[in-house]
Nanobody, 123 residues
Framework: QVQLVESGGARVQPGGSLRLSCKGS????????IGWFRQALGKSREFVAA???????FCMDSVKGRATISRDNEKNRVFLQINNLKPGDTASYFC?????????????????WGQGTQVSVYS
């Protein structure tokens, strides 16, 4: 059974940092481009960052300079580190896997999705 499981979400104060983890089960993540998306309450899901199989990365402008996406193939995990968190970062964060060999922001390019982890940023 193919599963992506996110963890690491929490409630943090503005300016804090979080490291989200995406673990693959039944799926070897090193063979997939992995994307992180987020969905705030009442809003559409949006792309955050992605990493290719050869570790090329791409982040959306709102997190650029604050977010780092990385992978640990031995642990079959992909991480999203976000620093200087802002209230606007509050959302459920999802990881997704794509068989394409480039970073893509399109949800339809990712056939495998996790269930999400909640990040809440407020004082």
């Amino acid at each position: 059974q193919v599963q992506l499981v996110e963890s690491g979400g929490a409630r943090v104060q503005p300016g804090g940092s979080l490291r989200l983890s995406c673990k693959g089960s039944g799926l070897t993540l090193e063979y997939y481009a992995i994307g992180w998306f987020r969905q705030a309450l009442g809003k559409s899901r949006e792309f955050v960052a992605a990493i290719t199989q050869n570790e090329q990365t791409f982040c959306m402008d709102s997190v650029k300079g604050r977010a780092t996406i990385s992978r640990d193939n031995e642990k079959n995990r992909v991480f999203l580190q976000i620093n200087n968190l802002k209230p606007g970062d509050t959302a459920s964060y999802f990881c997704a896997a794509s068989g394409l060999f480039y970073t893509t922001t399109a949800e339809n390019d990712y056939p495998y999705w996790g269930q999400g982890t909640q990040v809440s940023v407020y004082s």
